[in-house]
């Protein structure tokens, strides 16, 4: 077997001066800036930010880079590096619900989605040039999609003169979630575009996506001789696909059941009379397990967030497993390759694993001892050959710095 291999992020200050090359090449005039933002992991929290609940998400040190240039006629001109179908070109006045189709509805939806929420100005009417670099692998569950709206709205809310205080950066990511929802056509939620916007290098943030508030929670996992090995298991994951909508359906039913906006509005002391209560439906056991797995979710990140501010991250790993088991069995998200990582690595020493982002393939995250790192990473993908897998990717995440600008 090969040994395994990590991918790591390249340097950001090269990769942007590239980039400007590149623009320079493609539009024979420099761009007006480049701009980058991060995909990022989540700690903990599945599939409750579209329920009020908390999550626990850090940027990763992989991510998207835009170089951009302002336009007047309206029209976007756009390039991807990782798209070998060559310039986009859209007019933004035909931007809206599904249109356009493919990979330019992460960057034509966000000057649309600024403009909806009236935080556009002349300079997101007049369109522009882009050329994208992103290295965020597609349909990890690292959000590459996040990443490449969130470089177009930093972008373009600085050439507007928008504030980009967490305030600000809290309004261009809901933005980039109304792009993701309507233009693109996946209906997730808005830990994604959160997290790249607003994260900090050192820390995770817990998000209440209840009220859209931000706690910034210091993350030394070095310090306490740990590290988050993320692994890629290479499987097929789709989130505008059914079974996202699916879930959401659900957890919407299971409110308005209850009387409560969202799920978040459930004490977890209520847990059970609540559960008999959507229980009773022709379809209760579903609903059931639905509303358990949002429940104690949210209520583990609450636990896992005291844990991290107490500066007890070794003691998250329980907290991380029990999250993964609610995912598989109550929320029936996770998948073989998801399961074989997480049981993998608790037998090599892990002291938590769980799936991360959205699931039906994706990654997996473990907290692992620091030198355990290459034994664990190892036996994963001996496990995944023995079982004739494809191949699974690797990184440590280090929690950076959420979007801004490179030069
Ligand atoms: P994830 O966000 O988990 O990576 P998604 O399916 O939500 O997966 O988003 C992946 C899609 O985002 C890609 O298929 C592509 O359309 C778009 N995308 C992401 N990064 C880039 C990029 N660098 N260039 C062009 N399109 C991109
Ligand atoms: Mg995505």
Redesign the pocket.
Known sequence: MNAPEFFDAPDRSTTAEALAKEFRDVFGVGPAGVWSAPGRVNLIGEHVDYTGGLCLPLALPHR?FVALRPRTDGVVHVR?L??AGGQVDVDLSSVGAGSPT??AA?VAGVPWALQQRGLAGEVLSGGFDAV?D?H?P???????????ECAVAIALGELAGAPLDDAGRAALAGACQLAENVVAG?ATGGMDQAASLRCHEGGAILLDTDDDSVTQVALDLAGAGLALLVVDTRAEHS?AGGEYGKRRADVERAAQLLGVPNLRGVDPAGLDEALDRVGAEPDGEVLRRRVRHAVTEIDRVRRTAQLLQAGKASRIGDLLDASHDSLRDDYEVSCRELDLTVDVARAEGALGARMT?GGFG?SAIALVPADRVGAVADAVAAAFAAQALAAPRFLTALPAEGAGRDL
């Not at 597609?138 to 490449?148: M, R, T």
């Open positions: 998207t991807s990782q798209e493919g990979w992460y994208v992103g965020v597609y349909g990890s569950g690292l959000s590459s999609s996040a990443a490449l996946a989130h982002g994706g």
